[in-house]
Nanobody, 124 residues
């Protein structure tokens, strides 16, 4: 079955940087879109960014544009999230996810496969 394992979260001061990683297994990684979602306390899980199977298409939430960068290494079955200029409002549990089918999608309902999440806390 599909397994996703995130790493790289932690505590950082506002203005700092973190890099999250997610290693996937269980199917052909290079065929599928990958995405990062986040969920803050008391809020719904929201998409942060997504990257197409080849890496040629990316999309970002307005709140992170210009600060976060998604990338992938298909040879390593890994997707990354570089987060710069972090703000306290970026504090959340960050989840790696992938959709059931090939093709591009950013709709949360089409993502049945999730990692366990990694906590990112940004102090002011």
């Amino acid at each position: 079955q599909v397994q996703l394992v995130e790493s790289g979260g932690g505590l950082v001061q506002a203005g700092g940087s973190l890099r999250l990683s997610c290693i996937a297994s269980g199917r052909t990684f290079s065929w599928y879109t990958m995405a990062w979602f986040r969920q803050a306390p008391g809020k719904e899980r929201e998409i942060v960014t997504a990257i197409s199977s080849s890496g040629g298409i990316t999309d970002y939430a307005d709140s992170v544009k210009g600060r976060f960068t998604i990338s992938r290494d298909n040879a390593k079955n890994t997707v990354y999230l570089q987060m710069n200029s972090l703000k306290p409002e970026d504090t959340a549990v960050y989840y790696c996810a992938t959709p059931k089918s090939t093709g591009w999608t950013t709709l949360k309902g089409q993502y049945p496969y999730w990692g366990q999440g990694t906590q990112v806390t940004v102090s002011s």
